[in-house]
């Protein structure tokens, strides 16, 4: 047994106990920093795979930002936990457990049975790399062969956006989400608030520059800007904007609204929608990067943010 | 090694399949930022362009071979995504579009954008044209991916409409039905990676040739169905869809229940009978037809039992939708090999028929609520007099589920029973008739509640809308009339299956489920029947009382066990049930 | 043993583990948790099938991985989506009345029931 083997086995207990600390224990705040720790994990396990890009994504998007909406919700939920339902009797655990693992069980058959030598669209994904002019595969997949999934999937962005605001109370629409948050303008968080927004925005920008041919893009840079905003926010050094801001809402659409427009481009000028020229596809496809980025980043702070609770003016 | 590729290549005027899809998504992002104010607007300069592209479809699919295919982005698959529509999307997008419009002109005075009011209306029409929007992505998607988009997209434009008004239940309903629906997304997505491992594309048509009988896919199969079963609310996975759908505005409702299970449920249908149709052997089907049993019988009683209106609409939905589950037997034979289209065009018609009738049945509904203030199905008498139009609108959408000619219930029943005898499976058509009955019993009883006579008129507190009440009739109109249409252009019918009009024989097949409805009804429902101060009534309970006590009795049986089975740790165990169900008795089939 | 077959386990655990959650927990948070961790699984189930599909100089194959980074901003649309709902839940009907009785029975109470 290598070396190398020795340490995935090792990650691979580690991830699993966390997984089943963070369903068993009592506390559901610890749970979410069990949550957490596992996301930053399982991120180590997309590098050991070699997927760079999803690594990216899933520390950021999946354990970071994810963590903490969970940790911020677990707060805010931590006083009523000792009066919630009980757990369910020890027949149902039981039972649950066993399904549970028999599920787990016939995927693992699954997974070890798939054939060899594994089919494959790597080949086909570099060798048609050419048409776009960028070099990160992954990029090209989302940008341009599956280009439809990734903008219905900016769609799905703003209809959370839309869920989440429609929770709001009749009184607080068109104003500003979550609470407006007081820090010492001298303290800590202010001073970081300071420190890290100009370096946090450099690299937002340089992953989304660099994800043309390296790992990285859009989804990567806008969570590095969402959470340079949060920061800001919770610093008490800006406000969330209110939600009938058109500018703000300008923002929201601006990512799938630039994607619409230039594949309705390549319908009327070009062979197909979704259809870039090969002589203007990267610049198109950097263009519709930054908007999507702008979008992403600001979708994901207000996701977090949550509904409308203040009216704009105070 | 695999057969060869088909060869794919963009047909002419599939261009339309595009714009199917991006003109309501283009109306999300303008309404979204345009403003409250303008969001009703958009929806309304939308829906022309939307019905014109239907019909579009719909008249250029003959002309085309039945088919149509475009590449996106000119990349053929498996690198790119194709759209593809034959006639069952043809239709499918045309009866949305159809139940969308008459929506909206429902829903344009309850959700006008006011000063006061912005946060609903802004939510309603953004969400209609994404629930459009996705739908039409649904019914042309080429990709089993872009499909698990669309179908995320669906969920997330249904689950806010849920919890519209802002109360604490309807919360608490939005909330369980987000997180089934997770679950079962996560499902279908699992059994789309194995897919991909096995075969390295998730394009439909380049599966269809190349899937086999192989334990992968076979476990795929499980996974995928039972997610979309979770989706679409298929007994015993339905836990979340009475409070759902009975707790929304009227509105959206006719949307949820009429549209919105029919996206993951046309899912299903692309899976079984265009990715893998050698697959299933004889159990599955025949598993899935017996869960449809279970749930006409189980929530058709439940139905009965209901005080209030709205549910007791949904928890009809929930009979009909295990009808719709009756195809499957019968469209796959005895020898679990796909054997015709027949039972599936019946399936596929009796989709279309609940969409547009229980549409119309939840606005007409939606305008009795409004009118009374209330809808509990003992304080309707007299409704009749008071808002006719709303209760014509519900006794035609009624009368149209019930399988009245010339309504698409009663071609898709005729259908489906043919293939049952001509298949052998005669067990299948006990349900069918049985299923025809149980609606038959709701349909009566809601109707003999607000046929009789007040004993002093009814003070409405708001006043009917004319414009509400023509949409609902419009849609129930439509069910009822969909025994016309040229099918044949579109779905796999038999030569000469046209229908006899108003014939002696054909009267009869309406009338006897409705009297056997009728007897279920007095039978079944538990609250004070309209005539129970009456001679007759009370000779009749002389003769049929003690009977009654023990229907009740049973009723109220099935009725602890149906919450029993809706609990959140029961559903979902039979949730993993079912895959296992699924996988083993396919396992079994082609071993 | 190589990574596959020791991810791939791994993968299939995550499932399990995230189901068992899912059934067995009461609170919504909970179960918002272990949706998560089911999802990560299956996202994980696609890094593995894209590690055997590595080839012409892509250590991984650039379709699911593409596939995962989609599915991981809808699940974390999820996440925040059902989470504004919990917290307007308990803001709206209080600690008090968190597992009082719907209209609809006596258990559409997804944290009771």
Redesign the interface.
């Given at each position: 047994?290598s070396i190398?083997?020795l340490f995935?086995?090792v990650l691979?207990a580690v991830?699993?106990g966390l997984?089943?600390w963070?369903?068993t224990v009592s506390e559901?705040y610890s749970?979410?920093v069990g949550?957490v720790a596992?996301?930053l994990l399982?991120a180590l396990?997309?590098v050991?795979?070699?997927?760079v890009?999803?690594a990216m994504?899933?520390a950021a998007?999946?354990g970071g930002?994810?963590g903490i909406?969970?940790l911020g919700?677990?707060a805010?939920?931590r006083?009523?936990?000792a009066?919630?339902?009980?757990?369910?009797g020890r027949v149902?655990?039981l039972?649950?457990?066993a399904?549970?693992?028999?599920?787990?069980?016939?995927?693992?058959?699954?997974?070890?049975?798939?054939?060899?030598p594994?089919?494959?669209?790597?080949?086909?994904?570099?060798?048609?790399a050419g048409a776009t002019g960028l070099a990160n595969?992954?990029t090209?997949?989302?940008m341009?062969?599956?280009?439809?999934?990734?903008?219905?999937?900016k769609?799905?962005?703003?209809?959370?956006i839309?869920?989440?605001?429609?929770?709001?109370?009749?009184q607080a629409?068109?104003g500003r989400p979550g609470p407006r948050h007081e820090a010492d303008p001298n303290g800590v968080l202010a001073f970081l608030a300071r420190l890290t927004p100009p370096a946090g925005i450099v690299i937002g920008i340089y992953l989304l520059w660099t994800g043309a041919d390296h790992p990285g893009g859009a989804?990567q840079g806008g969570a590095v800007l969402a959470s340079m905003w949060l920061l800001v926010i919770m610093a008490g050094l800006a406000d969330t904007p209110p939600v009938?801001s058109?500018s703000l809402?300008?923002i929201?659409?601006a990512g799938?609204?630039v994607f619409?427009v230039v594949?309705?481009g390549?319908?009327c000028f070009g062979?197909?929608?979704?259809?870039?020229p090969v002589a203007f596809a990267k610049p198109l496809i950097l263009g519709i990067e930054v908007a999507m980025t702008l979008t992403i980043a600001a979708t994901?702070a207000l996701?977090?943010a949550?509904?409308p609770e203040r009216s704009a003016t105070r | 090694m695999p057969p060869p590729a088909p060869t794919l290549t963009t047909t002419t005027g599939s261009v339309l399949l595009v714009l199917s899809i991006v003109v309501p998504v283009a109306g999300v992002l303008l309404a979204f930022a345009l403003g409250d104010r303008y969001c009703r607007l958009v929806v309304f300069t939308v829906m022309p362009f939307g019905i014109a592209i239907a019909a579009a479809i719909l008249m250029l699919l003959p002309l085309s071979e039945g088919h149509l295919v475009y590449l996106l982005g000119a990349w053929p698959p498996p690198l790119g995504v194709a759209l593809r529509a034959d006639g069952l999307s043809a239709v499918m997008l045309a009866t949305v579009a159809i139940v969308i419009c008459a929506v909206a002109i429902f829903a344009a005075t309850d959700f006008r954008p006011t000063e006061a009011k912005t946060r609903a209306p802004f939510a309603f029409w953004i969400l209609l044209l994404a629930i459009w929007g996705a739908l039409n992505t649904i019914f042309v998607g080429g990709d089993l991916f872009t499909l698990y988009v669309a179908l995320e997209l669906l969920t997330f434009a249904a689950v806010p409409l849920v919890s519209l008004d802002g109360r604490a239940e309807t919360l608490r309903s939005a909330l369980r039905y987000l997180l089934f629906a997770l679950l079962g997304s996560v499902l279908y997505l699992s059994g789309t990676a194995l897919l991909y491992g096995l075969h390295g594309t998730l394009d439909i048509l380049l599966l269809s040739h190349r899937v086999s009988v192989e334990p992968g896919a076979l476990i795929a199969a499980a996974l995928m169905t039972t997610g979309l079963l979770a989706k679409t609310a298929l007994f015993p996975l339905h836990l979340w869809l009475p409070p759902a759908h009975a707790g929304a505005p009227a509105a959206a409702s006719a949307i949820l229940s009429g549209l919105v299970v029919k996206g993951s449920f046309f899912i299903l249908l692309r899976l079984w009978f265009d990715v893998m149709p050698a697959l299933p052997g004889f159990a599955v089907p025949q598993l899935l037809a017996a869960l449809g049993a279970g749930a006409i019988v189980f929530e058709s009683v439940v139905a009965l039992r209901q005080e209030r209106l709205k549910l007791l609409i949904a928890y009809s939905t929930l009979a009909q939708i295990g009808y719709l589950f009756l195809m499957f037997p019968l469209a796959f034979g005895a020898s679990g090999r796909l054997e015709s289209g027949q039972a599936l065009a019946g399936g596929l018609l009796q989709a279309i028929s609940h969409a547009t009738a229980k549409a119309a049945m939840f606005m007409a509904v939606g305008s009795i609520y409004g009118g009374l203030g209330h809808d509990r199905i003992t304080g309707l008498r007299g409704v009749a007099r008071a808002l006719p139009l709303s209760v014509l609108a519900f006794a035609l959408g009624g009368i149209a589920l019930m399988g009245l000619q010339p309504s698409g219930a009663s071609l898709a029943k005729e259908l489906l029973l043919q293939k049952a005898m001509s298949t052998g499976q005669w067990w299948w058509a006990i349900v069918l008739q049985a299923g025809g009955i149980f609606t038959a019993a709701y349909v009566v009883l809601v109707l003999a509640h607000a046929l009789a006579p007040a004993d002093e008129p009814i003070a409405l507190i708001s006043p009917a809308s004319r414009s509400r009440d023509l949409a609902a009739l419009a849609l129930a109109l439509c069910s009822l009339s969909l025994g016309l249409m040229p099918w044949e252009h579109y779905l796999p019918l038999p030569h000469g299956g046209a229908l006899k009009l108003f014939d002696l024989d054909a009267l009869s097949k309406f009338l006897l489920p409705a009297m056997g409805g009728a007897t279920l009804a007095i039978l079944l429902s538990p609250w004070p029947h309209p005539l129970a101060c009456s001679a007759v009534w009370k000779n009749l309970m002389r003769v049929l009382g003690p009977f009654r006590r023990t229907c009740l009795g049973f009723g109220g049986l099935v009725e602890r066990g149906d919450d029993a089975l809706r609990q959140w740790p029961a559903a979902s165990i039979s949730l993993v049930v079912v895959t296992l169900l699924l996988a083993a008795s396919m396992f079994a089939a082609n071993s | 043993m190589s990574a596959v077959t020791v991810f791939g386990l791994c993968a299939a655990a995550a499932v399990g583990v995230g189901l068992y959650g899912l059934i067995t927990n009461p609170q919504p948070l909970r179960k918002i948790i272990a949706f998560n961790l089911l999802g990560s699984g299956v996202f994980l189930l696609f890094g593995i099938i894209g590690r055997r599909g590595a080839a012409a100089g892509s250590g991984n194959d650039p379709v699911p991985q593409a596939l995962v980074i989609t599915g991981v901003v809808v699940a974390f649309s999820a996440t925040a989506l059902a989470i504004a709902l919990t917290l307007r839940l308990f803001e709206t009907a209080g600690s008090m009345t968190l597992r009082s009785r719907a209209p609809t029975g006596p258990n559409s109470d997804p944290s009771a029931g």
């Open positions: 047994m190398a083997t995935e086995i691979a991830v699993l997984a089943i963070t369903i559901t749970a979410a949550f596992y996301g399982v396990i997309w050991r795979l070699d997927a890009d999803v994504t899933e998007i999946g930002l994810g909406v969970l919700a677990a805010r939920l006083e009523s936990e009066m919630t339902a009980e757990r369910p149902v655990r039972c649950a457990a399904l549970s693992a028999s599920i787990a069980m016939v995927l693992a058959v699954a997974v070890l049975i798939l054939p060899d594994a089919p494959t669209l790597a080949p086909t994904v570099i060798s048609n595969p992954v090209n997949v989302l341009a062969f599956r280009a439809m999934d990734t903008m219905l999937e769609v799905v962005l703003m209809l959370a839309v869920g989440v605001w429609s929770l709001a109370s009749d629409w068109g989804f009938s058109r809402r300008l929201l659409v799938p609204g619409l594949g309705l390549g319908l062979p197909a929608f979704l259809a870039y994901l996701l977090l949550g509904a | - | -």
